[in-house]
């Protein structure tokens, strides 16, 4: 079966220090992947989407960039946090076609 | 307009009741339709896919109204456990299946 990994769970920034949140999923190929922010109280943003290794989608303007290494790893990244950055970040993934996507855990991001 | 709406409740019902939200959506071209549940400071989980003839799973049903542009979900005998936020999810017609767009959610509060 599929499983999707987050982490780390929890993360307390200072503003301007450079972030990386990493995500793997397993037991699936060619997955859709994605990024999204949720703040307090608020809905799902999409930050990022990937279709494939090295294509990257970003969905809103901002100092956050995504990356795609491999397949099944998605990578979060900023070289200077905002103290608007706070959230909730999610990955998810998702089969071709019309299929539903699966979060991780989420990793709950806090700057100081 | 917004491309998915949602009352943000909450609904507050007895145990034992039954509940329904509606969810709409901005294009007649959307195609795949899901509802998640997303308890407190996690994740969203699917709940359950919305087919065009209607689905059920247990206690809860799922309708999808494409005349009038909406889904549906109905919760039969409401439990406790139900307390949670759910969310209207709707793929972006026009972008492939690559992106969904998320209602900021339904609070459901089951009282004992």
């Known amino acids: 079966s599929q499983t999707i990994h987050q982490w780390p769970a929890t993360l307390v920034q200072p503003v301007g220090s450079p972030l990386s949140l990493e995500c793997t999923v397993e037991?699936?190929?060619?997955?859709?992947l994605y990024w999204y922010r949720q703040a307090a109280g608020r809905g799902l943003q999409l930050l990022f989407y990937s279709v494939g290794i090295g294509q990257i989608s970003s969905e809103v303007p901002q100092n956050l960039s995504a990356s795609r290494p491999q397949d099944r790893q998605f990578i979060l990244s900023s070289k200077k946090l905002l103290l608007s950055d706070s959230g909730f970040y999610l990955c998810?993934?998702?089969?071709?076609?019309?299929?539903?996507?699966?979060f991780g855990d989420g990793t709950r991001l806090s700057i100081l | 307009r917004k491309e998915v709406e949602q009352d943000p409740g909450p609904f507050n019902v007895p145990e034992g009741a039954t509940v329904a939200f509606n969810c709409t959506y901005s294009n007649s071209a959307s195609q795949s339709f899901f509802w998640y549940r997303q308890d407190c400071r996690k994740e969203p989980k699917l709940l359950m896919s919305v087919y065009s003839s209607g689905n059920e799973d247990g206690r809860f049903t799922a309708q999808l109204n494409r005349a009038s542009q909406y889904i549906s979900l109905l919760i039969r005998d409401s439990k406790l456990s139900d307390s949670a936020t759910y969310l209207c999810?709707?793929?972006?017609?026009?972008?492939?299946?690559?992106?969904?767009?998320f209602g900021t959610g339904t609070r459901l509060k089951v009282l004992a």
């Open positions: 998810a993934w998702s089969d071709r076609g019309h299929q539903p996507q699966h």
């Open positions: 037991g699936t190929s060619n997955p859709n």
């Open positions: 999810v709707v793929n972006k017609a026009g972008a492939g299946t690559y992106k969904y767009i």
